[in-house]
């Protein structure tokens, strides 16, 4: 090979890296798209489980987070909509954990956004349930654990037995080459379904794009987090270009490396995260394994961040009804995958519908698949009828609806049963995020929506009190398909049926419509659609209209 060829050699290979490496940093979330933020208080902790990804044993010293610093953290995060979670270590081993809680009472009014991430509360139970509204409680099989958590097991998200913990420390850029690590970097588990981070670091806080990464700062001794100040939440992820850079190829999380049970405290590792290995080893004669690319044992088909075989197995059954049509395996799957990652203590049955284009992998998905012999033109009323009729005959407590081109966030069922157990309503509904169809997110919202007089159909979720609104799929006059969601929705406010809004963005919405880009002055794809809206309203106006949708609805949608 001469020099001239190894040089353009070098480039293309430069310049498909440098592809890889930004279709990863638009997959992936930026904290203010983020269900959860974390603010971790303490590095202390009663256990020392495998793989922690707190990488609580690999810090030099002790550490907890000062009231003062805990405020302004909170103070932050003003106008965030999401939860709030303290985490650590054991939070509950705060020496100041009480006046924490009387902090946190005051800056975040709303209980339903204060968030206990924690193994043990100690002699805290009564403390943590009027202090906090959302719970993730993993006792990891410690009778004390198990014991001291009784009286809120309840309350949230809660799992006991062992958890299984994926490699932290064996680095996915020693085990794949830079194009497929950086692939894997976009679809990380961390920052596709857990959190963002505060952390307290030499007496300052900072802020991170990822817990983890924060975890790895805190274990070498970094300081490479963005200031924390009012609203640094809101920042692109543009801003968190850096941080991405230094810790994401050193992480174990996005290799999906096979790790160990917590109890059995080894820390799978290798070559680039050695020193904290050997750390662990010096400070407290840790066991370590070491793992190269030849040795590597992965577990592609499971979730890193699904470390519990108990985890969101309990709870109501809740069916999630997708329309499919010819849209492509990727888009399918990524639907798919979404609905299988909740995080939510409940039983989740997704149900595929073929609207007359069936997918025989999809067979071989923990799916219910319905096949339909032809295709109805309807926008998916057909394929969601039939879908919901099979869910209702199955005892489902609940239908939500996710289209086959979008996708939930993790917390997106979570946040819905929040907002039934808050209002006792029979219809939820959440917000979404606008994405354009290359996963491009959209610096958009719909006023409609903002004001809760619209709710997109994969924004809803029905109680079997509201089951009888699913007739509607199936009678709804063919001609007013493009408009199902609103004419759903009209249905509802006919019913005086009672709707609970979670106010969550909690739905990843791939919008085609034109109108959209026009609003952003950007280009619209292809094949970008305009709804027939003069069609539908001259229908609605016109007397048949008005009968036949009397007849078939029970009510003239724009009477509603």
């Not at 198990?146 to 309350?155: E, G, N, R, W």
């Not at 989740?348 to 284009?357: E, K, L, P, R």
């Not at 280009?523 to 016109?542: D, I, R, V």
Request: contains cysteine; aromatic residues 8%; proline residues 5%.
């Amino acid at each position: 090979m001469t020099i001239e060829t190894l040089a353009s050699t070098k480039v293309a290979v430069s310049a498909a890296v440098a592809i890889a490496r930004q279709r990863a940093l638009q997959a992936m979330r930026a904290p203010s798209q983020m269900g959860i933020i974390c603010i971790d208080i303490t590095n202390k902790c009663d256990l020392g489980c495998s793989n922690c990804t707190r990488l609580l044993v690999n810090q030099d010293k002790y550490w907890d987070m000062t009231p003062d610093n805990f405020r302004l953290a909170l103070q932050s995060l003003r106008g965030y909509p999401g939860t709030i979670a303290v985490i650590g270590g054991n939070p509950c081993m705060h020496p100041k954990f009480e006046e924490l809680c009387r902090i946190f009472a005051e800056e975040v009014p709303d209980k339903a956004q204060r968030g206990l991430w924690t193994n043990n509360v100690f002699k805290h139970a009564d403390l943590a349930k009027e202090t906090f509204g959302v719970f993730n409680l993993n006792p990891h099989n410690s009778k004390r654990g198990v014991a001291s958590l009784a009286p809120l097991k309840d309350l949230g998200w809660y799992y006991e037995g062992h958890s299984d913990h994926s490699s932290l420390l064996a680095a996915v850029q020693d085990l794949y080459e830079p194009e497929e690590m950086w692939e894997r970097i976009g679809r990380c588990d961390v920052n596709q379904f857990w959190s963002a981070s505060i952390v307290q670091i030499h007496g300052s806080l900072k802020a991170y794009f990822c817990e983890v990464a924060a975890s790895f700062d805190l274990a070498r001794g970094g300081d490479h987090g963005m200031e924390v100040t009012p609203g640094w939440w809101k920042q692109p992820l543009e801003a968190f270009e850096k941080q991405i850079d230094r810790f994401c190829p050193g992480c174990g999380i996005p290799a999906k490396v096979k790790g160990h049970l917590d109890h059995e405290e080894i820390d799978t590792y290798s070559r680039t995260n050695a020193d904290l290995a050997e750390k662990s080893v010096a400070n407290k004669k840790r066991k370590v394994f070491e793992v190269d690319k030849k040795t590597a044992k992965r577990v592609e088909e499971k979730p890193v961040t699904l470390y519990s075989p108990n985890l969101y197995r309990k709870g109501p059954h809740i069916f999630v009804v997708t329309p499919y049509h010819k849209e492509s395996l990727d888009v399918l799957r990524r639907c798919h995958e979404s609905v299988m990652q909740q995080e939510v203590e409940a039983r989740v049955t997704h149900v595929m519908v073929a609207d007359g284009h069936p997918r025989s992998e999809i067979d071989s998905w923990d799916v219910s698949h319905i096949r339909l012999p032809k295709e109805h033109g309807d926008n998916g009323n057909t394929p969601r009828a039939m879908g919901s009729l099979y869910a209702q005959t199955n005892e489902a407590e609940f239908i939500a609806f996710l289209d086959a081109d979008n996708w939930f966030y993790p917390n997106h069922l979570g946040s819905m049963l929040d907002a039934r157990r808050q209002t006792g309503a029979n219809v939820l509904c959440a917000w979404r995020d606008f994405y354009d169809p290359e996963g491009r997110r959209l610096a958009m919202t719909e006023t409609g929506e903002n004001d809760l007089t619209h709710v997109d159909t994969s924004c809803l979720m029905l109680h079997n009190t509201a089951f009888d609104l699913n007739l509607m799929w199936s009678n709804m006059p063919k001609i007013l398909s493009p408009w199902c969601d609103r004419i759903f929705v009209a249905g509802i406010a006919h019913r005086r049926i009672l709707r609970g809004h979670s106010q969550v963005r909690s739905v990843a919405f791939t919008t085609l419509y034109r109108a959209h880009y026009t609003a952003l002055g950007i280009p619209a794809p292809e094949n970008a659609k305009t709804p027939p809206e003069g069609e539908m309203l001259a229908y609605l106006q016109s007397a048949d209209g008005v009968r036949e949708t009397v007849r078939r609805l029970g009510f003239w949608p724009l009477a509603v």
